[in-house]
């Protein structure tokens, strides 16, 4: 087939293709991560090959010209100086686009065309865009339709910082990722047995004394990494809180904050001893695991200090969810405590799960008393599921299939293949330590969130996914991104696109092009370096 003649014989073109049929089988496999729902080459024959920079002329939607405004913003900020373009961009709102979160992306005789289901969308085109431009130079090829939307609704990450503090700027480049892969939720866990890390006004020792740890020099995980008997620590001001949430919500991204209770609570005993069941003291804790001292369910004063700290927690995050954590939490303490006891007794309640169920129920009132919804790690279906709970299922799917049979929304994120801080060879001589065992991309990639045996109904009730980055080995922020990519970009695929269009093979080809971005970002990842554990300490 002879060269259609809109086409240039551009250099770029005669290495493509020579034909239009070769460049349309080419362009679908355009290094786009999440792959779109559909691309098509378009025969428009005013439209050939443009360059496309900060100075491309940005026309905004008159209806809706504030929200395309900020989207502009973003994109004009990301594209390339130093590139002379006469070329338009423009960005439009229209919910005949149907998918809020959807859009459609053109470029033809009218230069680009991004037209979103609302701002999100519309922002999810420009990512698109940026990809497109990040990869080609600053050029588009050829005319194209791209019509998308995401699968999903929740695309998560998590990252915790109790374990190990990362700085503003780090969560920052965190969520740069989070957006360059239209992953829409930002699960931070903010607090552990390790460490408070949010500032609460009307507790300064939270951060104060729960905010640091000194770590144990006895026993070794592995003979690469010894516990290094230094003090570590940190935490966010609202100030910087605010800050980061307001970053979030620029990229699309919603904050979740996690606050666990009632395990996983050391540091915050550390500070306050009253709210546990015996007397203390506690410190901080020095090493990793699960520990028996925990929020006592049996005192008043325990609620009143955790929805006061809620209220704060609250006030600073938009998000709809509140992650309560609930998982872990042994009942050894509850079971020698004489108020623990009494409040069963009180409460007619079985056992302590039934506790722990009363307690997360509680927590769960004042929560939807500020309008807002809790979610759970697993634990919280055993004694009974609080009536309007999300559940985090991390111990397998099995606790997402029963909330989601009950009719509870669910996050899918079991620790294979959702655990990012498991290994990613399958030879771990030369890998940082990890835990957990062997996670490779092919299993994330392969990751179907909606699992086998339920319904079309209780399937709705599957929010999305979510990858986990838990960082007790995760000393430095390069190590999180090495933790974190390739896996990321793997999950974000499964959130996104639909299975048909799914392909492995065709997946790791277009992710060469994302290490060339990842390199240019500075960001480190799996099949770069190996990187060996290399401890830091913040001094208080
Ligand atoms: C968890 O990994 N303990 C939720
Ligand atoms: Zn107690």
Same mark, same amino acid.
């Given at each position: 087939m002879p060269i259609k003649p809109h086409i240039r014989t551009t250099l770029l073109f005669c290495i493509l293709a020579g034909t239009a049929s070769i460049a349309q089988a080419q362009f679908p496999a355009a290094p786009l991560i999440p792959k779109p729902q559909f691309v098509e080459l378009t025969d428009d024959a005013a439209a050939n090959f443009i360059r496309i920079g900060h100075n491309s002329a940005l026309e905004l939607d008159p209806l809706h010209e504030t929200a395309c405004g900020r989207v502009a913003t973003l994109l004009s900020s990301q594209l390339a100086t130093g590139i002379d373009s006469a070329a338009s961009i423009t960005l439009l709102i229209d919910t005949s686009v149907k998918h809020p979160e959807g859009y459609m992306l053109r470029y033809g005789r009218e230069g680009v065309v991004i037209t979103g289901g609302s701002e999100s969308g519309l922002y999810y085109g420009a990512i698109t865009l940026l990809q497109l431009l990040k990869q080609n130079g600053g050029s588009i090829l050829y005319p194209f339709t791209i019509i998308d939307k995401p699968r999903f609704a929740w695309r998560g990450m998590h990252l915790d910082v109790s374990r190990h503090f990362f700085s503003v700027e780090e969560i920052k480049r965190y969520l740069d990722l989070l957006a360059m892969y239209k992953m829409n939720v930002f699960h931070w866990h903010l607090t552990d047995d390790q460490g408070w890390r949010i500032e609460i006004e009307k507790y300064p020792l939270l951060t104060q004394v729960g905010g640091y740890r000194d770590e144990t020099l006895i026993g070794r995980p592995s003979e690469k990494m010894k516990f290094d008997g230094q003090?570590?620590?940190?935490?966010?001001?609202?100030?910087?809180?605010?800050?980061?949430?307001?970053?979030?919500?620029?990229?699309?991204?919603?904050?979740?904050?996690?606050?666990?209770?009632?395990?996983?609570?050391?540091?915050?005993?550390?500070?306050?001893?009253?709210?546990?069941?015996?007397?203390?003291?506690?410190?901080?804790?020095?090493?990793?695991?699960?520990?028996?001292?925990?929020?006592?369910?049996?005192?008043?004063?325990?609620?009143?200090?955790?929805?006061?700290?809620?209220?704060?927690?609250?006030?600073?995050?938009?998000?709809?969810?509140?992650? %309560? =954590?609930? &998982? $872990?939490?042994?009942?050894?303490?509850?079971?020698?405590? +004489? @108020?623990?006891?009494?409040?069963?007794? *009180? /409460?007619?309640?079985?056992?302590?799960?039934?506790?722990?169920?009363?307690?997360?129920?509680?927590?769960?009132?004042?929560?939807?008393?500020?309008?807002?919804?809790? %979610? =759970?790690? &697993? $634990?919280?279906?055993?004694?009974?599921?609080?009536?309007? +709970? @999300?559940?985090?299922?991390?111990?397998? *799917? /099995?606790?997402?299939?029963a909330a989601a049979k009950a009719g509870h929304y669910v996050v899918m994120s079991p620790g294979k293949p959702c655990y990012f801080d498991h290994y990613q060879a399958q030879e771990t001589q030369n890998e940082p330590l990890a835990i957990g065992g062997f996670n490779p991309l092919e299993a994330v990639y392969a990751y179907e969130p909606i699992p086998a045996g339920i319904t079309p109904e209780q399937a709705g009730y599957i929010l999305g996914a979510q990858g986990n980055v838990w960082t007790e080995y995760m000393p430095t922020f390069d190590q999180v991104t090495y933790m974190a990519l390739p896996r990321m970009a793997a999950l974000a695929e499964v959130l996104w696109t639909n299975p048909a269009n799914k392909d492995f093979q065709d997946f790791t080809k277009r992710l060469t092009a994302h290490k060339v971005i990842f390199d240019a970002s500075g960001y480190n990842y799996y099949g770069k370096a190996v990187l060996k554990n290399t401890k830091k300490s913040t001094k208080k």
């Open positions: 003090r570590h620590g940190g935490f966010y001001t609202q100030a910087q809180v605010r800050e980061i949430v307001a970053y979030a919500a620029e990229r699309h991204i919603s904050v979740v904050p996690e606050i666990e209770m009632p395990g996983h609570s050391r540091a915050a005993l550390a500070a306050y001893p009253q709210y546990a069941c015996t007397d203390g003291p506690f410190k901080t804790a020095t090493s990793w695991g699960v520990f028996e001292d925990v929020y006592c369910a049996g005192k008043d004063e325990t609620f009143n200090f955790l929805t006061d700290v809620l209220d704060e927690v609250m006030a600073l995050f938009p998000s709809q969810f509140v992650h %309560i =954590g609930g &998982d $872990e939490c042994p009942k050894t303490r509850w079971k020698a405590c +004489a @108020a623990c006891q009494k409040r069963l007794q *009180t /409460e007619g309640l079985k056992d302590e799960h039934e506790l722990q169920s009363y307690f997360i129920k509680r927590i769960e009132k004042h929560v939807n008393s500020r309008g807002k919804t809790i %979610i =759970g790690w &697993d $634990e919280i279906l055993e004694g009974g599921l609080a009536p309007n +709970a @999300a559940v985090m299922s991390w111990r397998g *799917t /099995e606790g997402g299939i």
